[in-house]
């Protein structure tokens, strides 16, 4: 043996070698040992079967040694294949010989290390896509994980109070990244606390709200739109499909019907739901108008392929710089091309949500998320969702067990919802059918209150609206509303730079219907332009409309006095009635009578339930102000009728902003608007408003509000009593008051009340009187009175100040009374509490529209609070409540207004049997009686209410077919 190869078996290598032999020995050994043992267990087996006897066989079957045989050439096979594979693997070496590593020699040895070191690298190449693929794996679950998370944030970031609020999340410090690290851990925490609390905040809402409101599944989204729906949906999909299917397949049967595809793609998370498509498909899957389970996944992967190539093609589109990323202003740009028109603050804040590196883009991923939450609440906060379930229950009706609004009441829903100065809108919107609302190629427009068939067709029965429905339906509100603001902005920029200065703002407003003043234009600017350059772009026009819209033309800190006055006086349920909006008019010093608030009270309840909620009683509170600036406006011009020349007058511009008035001739417009007044307030209110002299308009309007405050003050003092009513009641206070003492006691008190109805007869008159006169008392002084001119407390003397309340609280009782008594009179007829609610409102109104009509005067109203219409009137209430009436009808109705008047005033069940008996007298007793009978002039509720009831027990017109309260 060479000396070299001496040295090498001396060496570590001669160790693996030895092994190497020592390893191939064993193996030898280990088989011979295991073909003995095969050979042995076999003829054991052959043995024993001897032994059993032989039965007949049923069937034919392999033996045991056959099938032994074959499973050990299957063995056989599958190691010859498994060694084949590893000589390969070991033939990809060029230089590799394997009948080399049988030898002893020193170039069998390199071969054997070779192959060892071949083997072992192959493994590792294993091991390493092994790895690569777990960590692939990982990454996707990380990112599944984060934007789940991030999902979640944005879905809480809809839940503000105040819609002024914006996520801090872009404000963390990068100047020390310590400080910057800790910000992360404290933003990481705040994140938890805010999720949380949203989660909270969603189990207590109803079922229909929390279905809306609960963030989408976004792992199972995010891998329908990352994976291949045409070769197989992955199971958790499948069994969300399956799950969809059980709910909205037809009751009894085993398929989807066509027309509830809508709600079903809208329930698994689709975005881009169109009607067109839709029918595409389903003409590919079937050729029936309904589909099986295995029908609906084939259908789904055809849709699921559809909205990946959508919402990609999108992407890519807006994605201009081709950074794989979106801009705040690109994903804008995508969401309006898809048929929303999102307002900047709420984007923004759904933007910084799922922006979780604050870069302000958004990748693909980060982009689908914002797109589920918004698409998931139709573009609307959770607060705005909450307050529209409100009105969804005001005007719904239960229909199998679900709430459903139904068709012929969706305008008014939608008007009480986004505010009378939507009703044109809220009414074009309901007459256009529902299927222009699925053909428009929008991921908001999913479903309304009507289905077509696949051959378009209307199917019947579907003439109302779930919650979601609902939704969807307020979403196309909120598009026209927008639509409707960047026509009045492009006819309004009429120096076309794409910007709106506060003189073309004001145009805006008053051709809207109102009566902007220089504070309103400002408070408008403050809130939305950030810049401060005095103009708006159309971006803060739009939020600056809705920011108007939101209080009605009033300012933020008139609108925070109004809303803490309406808090002060609402019920549990979030409203006022007609006798708490008196007081809180009285309360500020006006004087206005219980028929004038029923007019207004009918003008502005949206929903007929004779009650007001906070957006009606600020359009209330509206058409007051509007009232006020049109009477200041009245007498500004009749001032500057009375000093400018004739020919200058009519060349006047009413809106020109520097006409004004003197100050001198100021006398004229204030007597005008019967503002009492003496020279020395009005000279130095004139120093305080006027500008070089004289008083513009705005100016003008700031000295009247100032001097109507003064005198309501004065009138709050005084129970909002006109003086000449003070001074009538002075005088019957100091004829009972006979000692002049200014006092008096519980003996002269009852000369003074019992013509106002109230006597002290028994203990219980006693009692009624003192806490009389404990709420006069706690009214005078919270209205400004002097303490010892309220008196003591727990004392039955009165001074003329709390005398004073004290009528009005009689007066108020009087008039609460009254109003109990004309819908008692209903409630005994049959109709139900609402039904009494909404025939009251109604009669309200036409009394009030009428009254414009004939343009009646304000005399009318004073203490007259007993609303009436006269007999034509009336006929056009009765057409309006059922047009099917005919003109022969309504003069039945009217003719029957007389005998109906005479009955007495109905008390009891028996009474309203006898009504009826009444009316289905012989018409020649009719004749006889109606020439006894005087003609009826004025119809009251009561006898509104008695020929309602008698048309419904008639039936005229299908009465109880159009009778829907």
């Avoid at 933003?187 to 409101?213: F, G, H, N, S, Y």
């Avoid at 969300?240 to 009751?251: H, N, W």
């Avoid at 006027?690 to 309007?701: G, P, Q, R």
């Avoid at 209205?783 to 309340?805: N, Y």
Wanted: a negative charge; hydrophobic letters at 35%.
């Amino acid at each position: 043996m060479p000396s070299g190869a001496r040295d090498l078996s001396s060496t570590t290598g001669s160790t693996a070698w030895r092994s190497f032999a020592d390893l191939g020995r064993c193996a030898s050994k280990i088989n011979k040992a295991n073909d003995s043992r095969a050979s042995s267990k076999s003829s054991r087996m052959r043995t024993k079967s001897k032994g059993l006897p032989s039965l007949p066989p049923i069937v034919p079957v392999h033996s045991f040694d056959q099938i032994l045989h074959s499973a050990q050439q299957r063995a056989a096979r599958r190691r010859a294949r498994e060694r084949k594979e590893k000589d390969n693997d070991l033939m990809q070496l060029p230089f590799l010989d394997l009948s080399l590593a049988h030898r002893h020699t020193i170039k069998g040895y390199r071969t054997f290390l070779a192959v060892v070191e071949h083997v072992h690298g192959k493994e590792e190449e294993r091991s390493e896509a092994r790895r690569r693929k777990a960590e692939e794996e990982q990454k996707k679950a990380e990112e599944i994980a984060r934007m789940t998370r991030l999902t979640l944030l944005a879905t809480s970031a809809l839940t503000e109070k105040n819609e002024e609020d914006v996520l801090t999340s872009s404000a963390i410090s990068k100047h020390v990244v310590k400080d910057r690290i800790m910000t992360q851990e404290q933003k990481r925490k705040q994140e938890d606390e805010t999720i949380k609390a949203a989660e909270i905040e969603r189990e207590k809402d109803p079922e229909e709200v929390a279905e809306i409101l609960k963030p989408p599944d976004f792992p199972a989204i995010i891998d329908r739109l990352n994976s291949d729906p045409i070769s197989g949906f992955s199971d958790r999909e499948l069994e969300r499909i399956e799950e969809q299917f059980q709910v909205y397949k037809t009751p009894g049967q085993s398929d989807v019907h066509a027309d509830r595809l809508y709600e079903l793609l809208a329930s698994l998370g689709y975005t881009t739901i169109e009607e067109e498509m839709i029918r595409k498909i389903m003409s590919e899957v079937t050729r029936y108008s309904s589909l099986d389970l295995s029908e609906l996944i084939s259908f789904l992967a055809r849709y699921a392929h559809f909205e990946q190539a959508t919402i990609r093609k999108s992407f890519h589109e807006f994605d201009t710089d081709e950074s794989g990323e979106l801009s705040t202003g690109e994903v804008q740009a995508v969401l309006k091309a898809m048929g929303c028109s999102p307002f900047k603050g709420t984007l923004q804040r759904l933007i910084d949500a799922v922006d979780d590196d604050s870069s302000g883009t958004l990748d693909f991923n980060e982009f689908i998320s914002l797109l589920l939450v918004y698409r998931q609440t139709d573009g609307f906060s959770h607060k705005e969702i909450r307050q529209m379930y409100r009105t969804f229950c005001r005007f719904a009706v239960v229909d199998n067990n679900v709430k459903k609004v139904p068709q012929y009441r969706l305008t008014t829903a939608l008007i009480f919802e986004f505010g009378a100065q939507a009703a044109d809108l809220a009414r074009q919107l309901a007459k256009q059918d529902g299927r222009s609302m699925r053909r428009a190629k929008s991921l908001w427009m999913m479903a309304s209150s009507r289905r077509t068939s696949l051959n378009g067709t209307e199917k019947s029965g579907s003439g109302s609206l779930t919650f979601r429905q609902f939704v969807t339906w307020s979403r196309r509100m909120k598009e026209g509303e927008i639509n409707e603001y960047v026509r009045q902005f492009q006819r309004f920029d009429q120096s076309q730079d794409g910007v709106l200065d506060r003189s073309e703002v004001k145009q805006v407003l008053k051709k809207m219907g109102y009566m902007p003043l220089r504070s309103n234009i400002q408070d408008l600017f403050q809130a939305v332009d950030a810049d401060g350059d005095g103009t708006v772009n159309l971006e803060e026009y739009l939020e600056m409309m809705d920011y108007f819209k939101r209080w009605d033309g009033f300012t933020g800190a008139e609108a925070a006095e109004l809303s803490a006055v309406f808090k002060r006086h609402a019920n549990m349920d979030g409203e006022i009635s007609t006798m708490q909006i008196m007081d809180i008019l009285r309360a500020s010093g006006r004087s206005t009578s219980l028929r004038k608030i029923q007019q207004l009270v009918a003008k502005v309840d949206v929903d007929e339930t004779h009650s007001l909620d906070f957006k009606e009683f600020l359009r209330l509170m509206r058409l007051l102000r509007e009232e006020e600036l049109g009477q200041a406006r009245q007498a500004f011009m009749l001032t500057l009728k009375d000093i400018l020349p004739k020919e200058d007058f009519v060349a006047l511009d009413p809106d020109d902003e520097n006409v004004a008035i003197p100050r001198e001739r100021l006398q004229l417009p204030v007597r005008l608007l019967e503002l009492q007044t003496d020279m020395v307030e009005l000279q130095g209110l004139a120093d305080r408003y006027a500008i070089d002299a004289a008083l513009d308009f705005d100016s003008f309007v700031n000295l009247v509000d100032h001097l109507r405050r003064n005198r309501q003050a004065r009138k709050k003092k005084q129970a909002s009593f006109e003086d000449s009513e003070v001074t009538s009641l002075q005088s019957k206070f100091s004829f009972v008051d006979r000692d002049g003492s200014g006092e008096i006691d519980r003996d002269e008190i009852p000369r003074l009340l019992k013509p106002m109805g109230m006597e002290l007869k028994s203990k219980d008159d006693q009692r009624r009187l003192m806490a009389l006169i404990a709420d006069a008392r706690r009214w005078a002084a919270e209205c400004g009175v002097p303490q010892e001119e309220c008196g003591k407390h727990g004392t039955a003397i009165v001074r003329f100040p709390v005398f004073l309340f004290m009528c009005r609280l009689l007066q108020r009782e009087k008039e609460a009374k009254a109003l109990a008594e004309e819908e008692e009179e209903a409630r005994i007829l049959g109709f139900a509490e609402v039904q009494v609610k909404k025939l009251h409102s109604k009669f309200c109104f036409w009394v009030a529209r009428m009254q414009e009509e004939t343009e009646a005067s304000e005399s009318q109203d004073g203490q007259d609070f007993n609303l009436t219409l006269s007999v034509d009137g009336f006929g056009k209430l009765c057409e309006h409540i059922n047009p099917r009436l005919s003109s022969e009808e309504i003069q039945d109705i009217t003719a029957a207004l007389p005998k109906l008047h005479d009955f007495p005033t109905i008390r009891t069940e028996a009474h309203v049997e006898e009504l009826m008996k009444v009316a289905e007298e012989e018409e020649e007793t009719e004749a006889v009686e109606e020439e006894l009978l005087p003609e009826v002039q004025q119809v009251s509720f009561p006898l509104f209410v008695r020929s309602m009831k008698w048309m419904l027990e008639r039936n005229l017109g299908q009465m109880q077919d159009a009778f829907k309260l």
